[in-house]
C-alpha cells in the first residue's frame, strides 16, 4: 500500500529553498567540525585537514543536488575541473595584481619585503585560508543559493539576492562598514555570479575566489578585514575611500569599478550564451 503522504514529503524536500538550507546547514556543519579539529594542529596537517573539510562540503552538496534537488551536477564536472579552476585562477589573479598595482601608483599603497617573513609558514597558512573559505563559500552562495533562487525566480534575481547576501555577510568582518559591505556586494558578489554564470562552472568561481584571497594574504593586505601576515609590508597612505583603510583592499573604489569591467562581459557573453542554447 503506498503512503500517501510520500508524494508531498518528496515535493517539500524538492522545493529550492529546502535543498538550499539542507545543503548550507550540511556544509556548514562538516566546515565547523573540521574547523575545530585544526585547531590545535598546525602546517602541513593543518592543510590536509582543510582538505578533507572541503571534499566534505563538495560531498555534502552532490548529495543535496542528487537526493534532495533530484538534479545534475553540471556545474561541477569531473572532466574539465583542473582546467576551469586554472582560468579562474588566472582571472582571480589579474582582478587582484590590476586592482593592487592602481592603488600602488596612486600613491594609496607601497610594498617592503617583510625581513622576518617564514615564506613556507605564510604560504601553507595562506593557502589553508584561501581554499576554504573559497570552496565553502562558492559551494553554498553560487552553488546552492544561486540555483536554488534562479530556479524558483530566473538568472537575474538569483544575482541580484546572491551578491546582497554575500555583501551583507561581510558585514560582521573587522573593519567593516555599509560601504565596504556594498563594494563587497559589487565587485565579489556580481563578479563571482558573473563568473559562474558565464562559465555555469563552480570549479571557475573558486579558482577565482582563491586565488583572489591567496593574492592578498601574500601580499599581507587585510582579507576583507581580516589581518594578514604576507611576505610583504604594506604601508597605507591616503583616504579610505582608495585604499579600503583597515578592512583592506576590497574596500576600495579601484577593486570596485576593475571588477565591473570583468563582470559586465562575462554577463554580455552568459546571455549570449543563453541565448544560443
Not at 552538496?61 to 533530484?70: D, I, P, V
Not at 605564510?122 to 540555483?147: D, K, N, P, W
Amino acid at each position: 500500500m503506498k503512503n500517501p503522504s510520500a508524494p508531498k514529503v518528496r515535493s517539500f524536500f524538492r522545493f529550492p529553498l529546502t535543498w538550499m538550507v539542507a545543503g548550507t546547514i550540511g556544509i556548514l556543519l562538516v566546515d565547523t567540525l573540521f574547523r575545530l579539529l585544526a585547531g590545535d594542529v598546525k602546517g602541513i596537517t593543518s592543510l590536509l585537514l582543510t582538505l578533507t573539510a572541503s571534499i566534505g562540503g563538495i560531498l555534502v552538496y552532490w548529495l543535496t543536488m542528487k537526493y534532495l534537488a533530484h538534479r545534475s551536477l553540471s556545474e561541477l564536472p569531473r572532466r574539465s575541473a583542473g582546467a576551469e579552476a586554472g582560468k579562474g585562477l588566472l582571472t582571480g589573479a589579474l582582478f587582484i595584481l590590476v586592482s593592487t598595482g592602481m592603488i600602488v601608483i596612486l600613491g594609496g599603497y607601497s610594498f617592503q619585503w617583510a625581513p622576518t617573513a617564514d615564506p613556507n609558514r605564510i604560504l601553507l597558512s595562506t593557502i589553508e585560508s584561501a581554499l576554504g573559505a573559497a570552496i565553502v563559500e562558492e559551494l553554498i552562495f553560487r552553488g546552492l543559493m544561486f540555483q536554488a533562487i534562479r530556479q524558483w525566480l530566473g538568472n537575474w534575481p538569483a544575482l541580484a539576492v546572491t551578491s546582497l547576501f554575500f555583501g551583507v555577510a561581510h558585514l560582521g568582518n573587522p573593519g567593516a562598514t555599509l560601504w565596504s559591505a556594498l563594494a563587497i556586494t559589487i565587485e565579489a558578489g556580481v563578479l563571482l555570479g558573473a563568473a559562474f554564470l558565464w562559465r555555469r562552472n563552480l570549479w571557475f568561481a573558486m579558482g577565482l575566489h582563491f586565488a583572489w584571497n591567496a593574492l592578498e594574504g601574500m601580499l599581507g593586505i587585510p582579507v576583507s578585514g581580516h589581518a594578514a601576515t604576507g611576505l610583504f609590508t604594506v604601508t597605507v597612505s591616503g583616504a579610505p575611500f582608495l585604499t579600503g583603510g583597515d578592512f583592506g583592499l576590497e574596500g576600495s573604489i579601484i577593486p570596485v569599478m576593475v571588477s565591473l569591467l570583468i563582470a559586465i562581459p562575462m554577463l554580455i557573453a552568459a546571455s549570449r550564451n543563453r541565448a544560443t542554447d
